[in-house]
């Protein structure tokens, strides 16, 4: 589940506004707090305000690993972890040694972790995605220094990079986007509703290729989950369905963004199926991969790691 947890934050002295560029939905702010260094070598950690019209302030952490000094520079490399986005995505030490990896391929690595998580119930996630788009031209803006720019993340935040391409024009600055076990919230208005309709029924059951998956994965998240209430407590489908990464005005078309999806073939939910609606309609090139033996967390085993890695090496080179 995506539901925002809640938290009081304090309220601090702020540095002066970093702005972003016109077609940025917000600006971003440095926070000027004590922040640990991260469990990582080369590896500094910022906290940031980010801030967007018509929703409160959220505060966010970045882990900033730095490329090892002796390779090529390839780029950067943006990290969003799943659920509301409330934790760092290299959290566990086998993810944290995929960062190492990276890090000594010759990327910076950026690693977020929302305070509280990004979707607040303000009026739906796609307005609430606004956020993570300021935040990712700003690691654009401010920290990339050449090579190629990349992101990927998981559930949830594979939902946040499928805000960001077809809603917020990140297109133009994003070379490699790799969404991973997502986006759950592609299409509301088929999962969110008590009984999948028939058009939802006949789709699901036919869009996820034949011997891709070792388990039948499941169509519905249903009314109940905190991810269908972001618009209110009864949404109708058609609020639904304007709240999804396929919005009717989604933009489907990214020429400039090489897009590979990851799903894992032991997700036996309702994200690959959701997932899919997405990316079987891309209308750039587009790749799409099931990992063997991986379940939702792709980064939680060897294989879906693996994949990560290697679809980052081969979108760079």
């Known amino acids: 589940m995506m539901t925002a947890a809640s938290m009081t934050l304090p309220s601090v002295l702020l540095l002066v506004a970093l702005p972003l560029s016109a077609a940025s939905p917000g600006k971003v702010t440095e926070v000027p707090e004590p922040c640990p260094a991260g469990p990582l070598v080369r590896t500094s950690r910022k906290q940031l305000l980010v801030a967007v019209p018509n929703l409160k302030d959220l505060r966010v ?48 690595v950026v690693d977020r972790n929302w305070i509280g998580g990004w979707p607040t ?5 796609k307005p609430e995605a606004a956020r993570y788009a300021t935040l990712l031209r700003w690691v654009h803006d401010s920290l990339h220094k050449g090579g190629r720019f990349v992101a990927t993340g998981n559930s949830g935040g594979s939902a946040e990079i499928g805000y960001a391409l077809t809603t917020y024009g990140l297109a133009d600055i994003l070379d490699t986007a ?15 509703t ?10 699901c059951s036919s869009i996820v290729p034949t011997g891709a998956m070792q388990c039948k994965p499941g169509c519905m998240l249903g009314p109940g989950n905190g991810v269908c209430r972001q618009t209110g407590p009864r949404p109708p489908p058609e609020q639904l369905l304007n709240d999804s990464v396929v919005h009717p005005e989604a933009v489907l ?41 991986t379940p939702h ?16 090496d081969e979108a760079t080179r």
């Open 61 to 108: 952490q970045l882990r900033i690993t730095q490329p090892a000094p002796e390779v090529p520079l390839r780029g950067t490399v943006v990290l969003g972890s799943g659920g509301s986005g409330a934790g760092f995505y290299a959290g566990p030490p086998p993810v944290q040694a995929l960062v190492k990896e990276l890090s000594d391929m010759g990327f910076l």
């Open 121 to 125: 119930m303000e009026g739906g996630l």
């Open 178 to 192: 790799i969404p991973t076990s997502g986006p759950p919230v592609a299409r509301l208005d088929y999962t969110c």
């Open 194 to 203: 008590a009984e999948a309709s028939p058009a939802w029924s006949e789709l």
């Open 253 to 293: 078309s990214y020429p400039k963004t090489r897009l590979v999806f990851l799903f894992g073939a032991l997700d036996c939910d309702e994200p690959v199926p959701s997932g899919l609606t997405w990316a079987t309609r891309v209308k750039t090139e587009k790749r799409i991969e099931f990992v063997p033996n």
């Open 297 to 312: 967390a792709i980064m939680s085993t060897p294989e879906g790691r693996a994949a990560i890695r290697r679809v980052i």
